[in-house]
């Protein structure tokens, strides 16, 4: 077994030295635990986004199957997304931190889209409903750059949409 060496310090007894970590072996040890740390944000960031595209994309898909449901009964495309269709109200849209209505009631035969696909301050709603053709849209948020979010807003809607129409606005 091996003994610490002893040392003198001036006027005082002898004392054993302690082993120690040096400043280096402290610093490798805050730059490993700095680089798991940023993975591990990485990974949660993806899962988020991973998550709410799968919550918008069920939405989406719940909601059309309500309003053809209603629509295959009354004959007409139902006017608004009655909230007592689902458990808890209407449908929460995880992107809409603007305080923006859940849904926008719009009456254009021709639109099969919004025109301003991204969520922003002043839209009517986090989701679209046109009541003329019972075409229901999830806007999304901001994913970084426009050919990010066009892509996210078509994987969200089973669309192939080429533009945002309100991504520069």
Known sequence: MAVAPITMR?????????????????????????????IVIALFTDHTADAQKATLQMTVHNVTQRMELEHAITGD????IDPDWFAGGPPVHPQNNLD???VEVVDA?????????VLKRGLGGAFWYNLRTGL??????DQGNE????QFYNEVNSAEETSLGNYSE
């Open 10 to 38: 001036r006027g005082r007894l002898p004392c054993r030295r302690r082993p120690a970590f040096t400043l280096v072996e402290i610093l490798i040890v805050v730059m490993l635990l700095a680089v798991l740390a940023a």
């Open 77 to 80: 495309w139902p006017e608004q």
């Open 100 to 102: 923006l209505e859940p």
């Open 109 to 117: 035969a021709d639109q099969p889209h919004p025109p301003a696909k």
């Open 136 to 141: 229901f849209r999830a806007r999304v948020a």
């Open 147 to 150: 050919g990010d979010t066009l």
